[in-house]
């Protein structure tokens, strides 16, 4: 069907409101034949009769009463459309964006980064999901989404941009009256004698920490688990027994935080990396700014927040959120790779002139 002729429609509204031809006329500065035609025009798209013409002033039909209820807000939206193709044209290099995130992030940094997304230059509009990071690998190759901030990298697919955004160890979590006795055990010890709350083996978290215990040759059964950081927090307050988790998962949970004793995992520890992940040639250019907003929300937003609940991992905040190497590193990085050509030449040469 094809769009609708919203000019003749407006006119034919505002015949009906001001009950003549002559007045609409008079008031868009128009001829009264150009308000007459625009009005058969009108009438002919609908197929309805928007007036009653034996009758002075005009009275408008059913039609047309429904006709001046909705034509205000239809040319309202048009205008609207009008400036949003208008400000896509001056900053074509923004655009819609449907971004994934893990919960933890979604929740932690989701709601500042989406608002500096928006608000600035980058994105018009931002459609945010949260979730497992499977379901985001999942979504991102369907294009149901164009990026995801997740701690699955999808490194076996060839196809996509990977942008590093934060890298945070693994903690020991505990009820607070047992923070003391804990502290500096072996994890092997403390789990002989504490039941291991898990994230359950479905979630990108769970299979980190099975892949952690299993290296170490740590045997522990799977009693509960759980898919949200929430969940495990609270029956660790309960005093269920203990749980491996992030600084961020800790954020998320932040009701639970005054009962938890947080200790650093007993070594060796390891630690989990969120990465903005977009598809090839989709996002070359907003990629960079997106990933780098989101560092910006990290390191000004979520760091000092760590560390106002965590103080002991201030001495590593600083590396926890990846920035990438000023231009000058890289130059010098790149002069000391052709120093080191340069020296390599003659060597070669003096090697196989001894030969």
Sequence with gaps: ??????HALEIAA??????????????LGMTQSAVSQAMKRAEAQVDVTLVH??????????????LVAHIREIAIRAERIIEEVRATALRPERQNLRLGMVDTFASAVGPVLIRDL???SIALRVTAFSGLAN???????????????????????????????????FVLVAPIAWGDTLRNRPLRDILIDHRL?????????????????????????????????????????GGVGVAITTPLCLIQGGLHLPG??????????FSRELTLVTRRGEFDTLGPRIAQAARDMLLNHTV????GEIPWLANISTEMVWQPPAPDEITSLADLSLDADMDATPRAEHDQDGD
């Design 1 to 6: 069907m094809p769009l609708p002729d919203l």
């Design 118 to 120: 928006m608000e600035g």
């Design 197 to 237: 709350i898990r994230y359950s083996a479905r979630s990108h978290m769970g299979m980190q920490v099975e892949r952690h215990l299993r290296r170490l040759r740590i045997e522990h059964s799977q009693v509960l688990s759980f898919d949200t950081s929430d969940s495990l927090l609270a029956m660790v307050v």
């Design 135 to 169: 379901a985001h690998a999942n979504a991102l190759m369907r294009h149901e989404i164009d990026a995801a901030i997740t701690s699955d990298p999808m490194d076996e697919l060839d196809e996509l941009m990977r942008f590093p955004l934060f890298r945070e160890p």
């Design 14 to 27: 505002t015949v009906i409101e001001e009950g003549s031809m002559s007045a609409a006329a008079a008031q």
């Design 304 to 307: 000092p927040q760590i560390v």
């Design 53 to 66: 013409r034996n009758r002075r002033p005009l009275v408008p039909t059913e039609a047309g009463r429904v």
């Design 260 to 269: 938890l004793a947080v200790l650093p995992l007993p070594s060796p520890g």
